[in-house]
């Protein structure tokens, strides 16, 4: 038996052994064990158990002299030092003695001059399946001729930490060791897990090669090329706004930007299901088929149709599929130098423009805050809009001082005169306590076009006093009215004073998480009058 050296990782005496088989194989092999079922569509769908998202408080970093001062120590990035490491690896390794062993071996970055190669090992051939889909896949020449992995991730989810005797915090452990080049996932059957593991590994990788990884969603246009990047936390649209079919897509979430221009981490897509419908979001819709990976959306057990408005597992309903199902994919996942980046955030205060245009230490200032807001849990009896601010876009993800990030991004804006908008899609003309409504989807497109194709070139500008943005009097396809977020409120003055609460939000925050950012940042960043 063919054992691809996992023996020298401590996995001896393996069942069987399985290196990138296809997803019909895996489909086979994961029902076969039991994994899941088969939907209408044919779709493999699963369920995670206690583990329906990230584990946040399960993640660490093994602590070496190699990596310490690169590393923005914290209650994101927690260290461990590396002999505990070993010893959880060590046991997880044994865990994994005598079961099926499924390998993938493949990319990460879409621009051969940085591409990273990944080493995926998986107790489960669903997760084998997912991470086959949303990682680059290799060419038979390509997986003939692999050689060693950079990096080497053991998936062991039934494995399952003593957090007294492992110095970890629950049962679930997610370890990345830099110097190592090893990543340990336990406890958890989220999927998702490894694809953050891989993306958290690229986001420390490539910042050593001059390239720029970031949290967002590119597309370009199919015959400039002109490149488009979108940065938004869950929920603010990322995905729906960068899937336009008048665009090509580069990718849906984890992008690098090199002297060369973006391109895509991943060979794949990792998109919410939750409300999904078909009218709304048809290529999200229609990648649910044969090959993809559904996660924790209910189905009838007899029809095997999705219900998915239902959030009774989780509000986390998740589909793994790769790029080249949604129609107007370009592959490779490579584009330009960015045209426009633009900020997208749900606001539930109401009080931010619609879109307004940022200046580069605005942009600067905003990619560090990385805010969205939303309704609070009214189980607990809260309706005020809670605000979350996670550092550029994806704290969780960024092992790195913020400020290593956002001087890169800063300096990327400057040397091509990329231009930089804040799109709010969430609340207009009051809050989301108040029963107002979001933001027309029709509306921000048209908005985000007019980013695109220029249109806000040779339109008059106004300045928001309060949130030190310039937002624009005039955009083609929306109502001019639509554009003054203080205009659309009936009682202005209840505007000014949820303006000026959220304004201070965002002061304290800065002032807080980034004392030592320089004054001409700070400076650029919402003033509460």
């Known amino acids: ?64 002299e190699g990596v310490h001062n690169d590393i923005a120590w914290g209650k994101v990035n927690r260290p461990i ?39 995926i090992i998986n107790e489960l051939a669903s997760q084998n399946m997912f991470i086959h889909q949303l990682l680059i896949r290799p060419t038979a020449e390509e997986l003939a001729n692999y050689g060693e992995p950079d990096y080497t991730l053991l998936c062991a989810p039934g494995f399952k930490c003593i957090p007294e005797l492992d110095g970890v915090n629950s049962e679930a452990a997610i370890i990345i060791d830099y110097e190592a080049h090893k990543i340990l996932i336990a406890g958890s059957r989220y999927a998702g897990e490894i694809k953050k593991s891989v993306f958290s590994t690229m986001n420390y990788v490539m910042t050593k090669k001059n390239v720029l990884p970031m949290h967002c969603s590119a597309n370009m246009d199919p015959e400039t090329h002109e490149t488009a990047v979108f940065f938004g936390l869950s929920g603010t649209g990322k995905t729906t706004l960068s899937a336009d079919a008048s665009r090509k897509l580069i990718g849906d979430d984890e992008h690098g930007w090199s002297p060369d221009g973006v391109f895509n981490f991943e060979g ?29 959306v209910v189905m009838d057990p007899e029809t095997r149709e999705f219900d998915f408005d239902d959030g009774s597992l989780t509000e986390n309903t998740r589909v793994g599929y790769p790029v080249n199902y949604i129609s107007n994919s370009q592959i490779p996942g490579k584009g330009g130098i960015p045209k426009v980046v633009i900020f997208l955030t749900a606001d539930a205060f109401g009080v931010l423009p619609p879109i307004s245009r940022l200046s580069k230490n605005a942009a600067m200032y905003h990619f560090v805050t990385g805010f969205t807001s939303k309704l609070a849990g ?13 550092t550029l876009f994806g704290e969780p993800f960024m092992p790195m001082d913020p400020s290593v990030y956002a001087e890169m991004l800063g300096e990327k804006l400057e040397k091509y005169g990329t231009k930089v908008y804040l799109v709010n899609t969430g609340w207009a003309g009051g809050s989301a306590a108040m029963g107002a409504k979001r933001m027309k989807l029709a509306y921000t497109r048209a908005m985000v076009t007019a980013a695109l194709n220029g249109s806000f070139d040779n339109v008059e500008f106004k300045h928001h006093d309060v949130f030190n943005v310039d937002y624009p009097t005039s955009c083609p396809n929306v109502p001019d009215e639509m554009l003054d977020a203080r205009g659309m409120w009936a009682d202005k003055a209840a505007y000014d004073e949820q303006a000026n609460k959220l304004a201070t939000m965002f002061a304290e925050n800065f002032a807080k998480k980034y004392p030592n950012m320089p004054a001409e940042i700070t400076e650029a960043g919402p003033k509460a009058k």
């Open 1 to 64: 038996m063919e054992t691809y050296g996992i023996e020298n990782l401590g996995i001896l005496n393996p069942k069987a052994v399985y290196r990138n088989l296809t997803p019909a194989q895996l489909t086979e092999a994961a029902l076969r064990r039991g994994e899941g079922s088969l939907s209408n569509t044919g779709a493999l769908v699963v369920t995670t158990g206690k583990y329906t998202g990230r584990s946040p408080n399960d993640k660490f970093i093994v602590d070496t």
């Open 81 to 119: 030092s590396r002999e505990k490491f070993n010893a959880i690896w060590e046991k997880a390794a044994a865990y994994m003695q005598g079961r099926e062993v499924f390998i993938f071996d493949g990319y990460a970055g879409a621009d051969k001059t940085y591409t990273q190669k990944f080493r």
């Open 268 to 296: 794949g897509c990792y998109a919410k299901c939750i409300n999904l419908k078909a009218e709304n979001e048809p290529e999200i819709y229609n990648a649910i088929r044969f090959g993809s990976l559904v996660e924790n």
């Open 378 to 390: 009214t189980e607990r009896g809260v309706t005020e809009p809670q605000p979350t601010f996670s």
